[in-house]
């Protein structure tokens, strides 16, 4: 296989990998947001006070336990998860056609945007 052939089937596992983290995003937060009309959408809103999500939406743990559950909050912020997840993993592919690759150079760089990406996500909350 040549460079451009190998250059042409990473451009589409990273074009599939964007286009399926969004497409299933916004699936699971349409299916969320129905649930959630149908609960609560008859509900009056208050605009003068701004509630964050409770803590059992704020973890991974929760929200899937809470998708699988059927809670529409778990699946509109699965959704979110699902959404922020998708470039991650895109930059995860990405590193894995570069060490495949033997290209060094790319292969450190993306190690270090990888990097910068899960400590932010991780850890970046904190302190």
């Known amino acids: 296989m040549d460079q451009r052939t190998g250059d042409r089937r990473v451009e589409r596992m990273v074009g599939n990998v964007l286009r399926w983290g969004v497409v299933s995003a916004t699936m699971v937060t349409a299916v969320g947001g129905a649930l959630l009309l149908l609960g609560h959408g008859s509900e009056v809103v208050t605009y003068g ?58 292969t450190l760089i993306t190690s270090l945007v990888l990097g910068i990406l899960l400590y932010s996500l991780l850890l970046g909350g904190q302190g």
């Open 49 to 106: 006070l701004f509630r964050g999500e409770p803590d059992g939406l704020t973890g991974l743990g929760p929200i899937l336990g809470g998708t699988l559950a059927g809670k529409s909050t778990a699946m509109v912020q699965l959704g979110v998860v699902l959404l922020i997840a998708t470039p991650i993993t895109r930059v995860g592919v990405t590193l894995v056609a570069f060490l495949h690759q033997r290209d060094r150079l790319y």
